[in-house]
């Protein structure tokens, strides 16, 4: 077994405390009365590795946590989730949701989150070298916190590199434009996400379809663009598939993103085919959507959904 890569490795630079708020109406500038509300250890890479615990899956996550954040080693001591942070000076961001059950949306107010010292980033990058080492794929996701340079994502990426290494970013603005010039095996942007990157606005499913093939040619291997209730396209050296939503009783969207990331590490991780693979995904985020506050997926909703998703093969 010796030098054999294990496990996956999720990193989140800036966890976040999700505290979601449930009102009916939201009214700007009113007094609005809370129905319930509720709080989850949250952050992008903190997400896919309750998602992948679920699946049954070998995940350690990794990232940043400040004095405050007590809370979230709880959460994931408690399901079980092995994590291995970088303990930092400042506090953890909290990031306020409101969900309007009335109009079916979230609103996600999330703050920047703490200031990280230079000291503290290098013990970052020491781990997530060390951890990339017995990683077969490894996931960096979210924002930088204040202080980390918008190359970190591109600076590790560069060293970890290799070719038993599946590096999935999940990034926005200049942190996933940096990342991507260092080609890695996936990224997943939604579609603001992607239209940020490319400078325009994205009208069409064609064009959406053509800057994903730019991205592609440049040499990731996997260009999955989620575009919310749209579902996604994905687009591969051989293949662009378009992934159907499934018409869902949407409860909240956050972790959806997540959890999409979370069935393609699964994927590779496993060796799974594509298709399944995609099925998984899409299975992992509709479970989420369909459930209030920062959801994760289990196996049991994935293989209730996962049957029902339709792949459309359009071109190659
Ligand atoms: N309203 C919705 N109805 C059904 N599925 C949804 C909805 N919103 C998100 N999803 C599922 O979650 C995936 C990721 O959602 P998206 O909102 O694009 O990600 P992100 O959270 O990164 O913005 C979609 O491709 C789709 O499968
Ligand atoms: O790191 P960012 O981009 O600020 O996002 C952090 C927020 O995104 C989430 O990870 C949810 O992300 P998705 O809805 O894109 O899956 C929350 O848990 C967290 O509050």
Redesign the pocket.
């Known amino acids: 077994m010796k030098g054999m890569k294990m496990m996956i490795t999720t990193v ?3 966890p ?1 405390i ?1 505290r979601t708020v449930i009102v009916e109406n939201l009214r700007l500038g009113s007094v609005n009365r809370v129905i319930r509300s509720r709080v ?1 250890a ?3 890479g ?2 896919v590795a309750k998602n992948l615990k679920n699946l049954g899956d070998e995940v350690i996550t990794l990232g940043f946590l400040g004095p405050n954040a007590q809370y979230i080693i709880d959460c994931l001591e408690e399901e079980g989730i092995k994590s291995d942070f970088v303990k930092i000076k400042n506090d953890t961001r909290t ?1 306020i ?1 409101i969900s309007d059950i009335s109009r079916g949306e979230v609103t ?1 107010l ?2 920047y ?1 703490p200031e990280v010292s230079e000291e503290e980033i290098e013990l970052l990058k020491e781990s997530i070298f060390r951890y990339a080492e017995k990683s077969k794929v490894l996931v960096l ?3 930088l916190p204040l202080g980390v340079p918008k190359t970190f994502y591109k600076e590790i990426i560069k060293e970890v590199k290799n070719k038993d290494l599946k590096i999935i970013l ?3 603005n200049q942190a996933l434009f940096y990342g991507i010039e260092e080609r890695p095996f996936m990224i997943k942007p ?1 579609l603001h996400e992607l239209e940020d990157i490319v400078g325009r606005k994205l009208e069409t499913l064609e064009e959406i379809i053509e800057e994903g093939k730019k991205l592609n040619k440049k040499g990731i291997e996997i260009v999955a663009i989620s575009m919310g209730k749209e579902g996604s396209v994905v687009i591969t050296d051989d293949a662009v598939f378009r992934v159907k939503p499934l018409k869902v009783e949407v409860k909240g ?9 979370a069935g393609f590490a699964h994927g590779i991780y496993r060796g799974l085919s594509l298709e399944e693979t995609i099925k998984i995904a899409a299975a992992l985020s509709t479970s ?1 959507v369909m459930k209030e506050g ?1 959801g994760a997926g289990t196996i049991e909703e994935v293989n209730a959904l996962k049957d029902k998703i339709e792949i459309e093969r359009i071109e190659r």
Not at 253 to 261: E, L, M
């Open positions: 989140t630079a800036n976040a999700d989850d949250g952050g992008k903190i997400n990031n949701k996600d999330n703050e989150g996701s979210g924002s999940d990034a926005d939604n969207t956050v972790g959806a993103g997540d959890a999409y990331v989420v920062t």
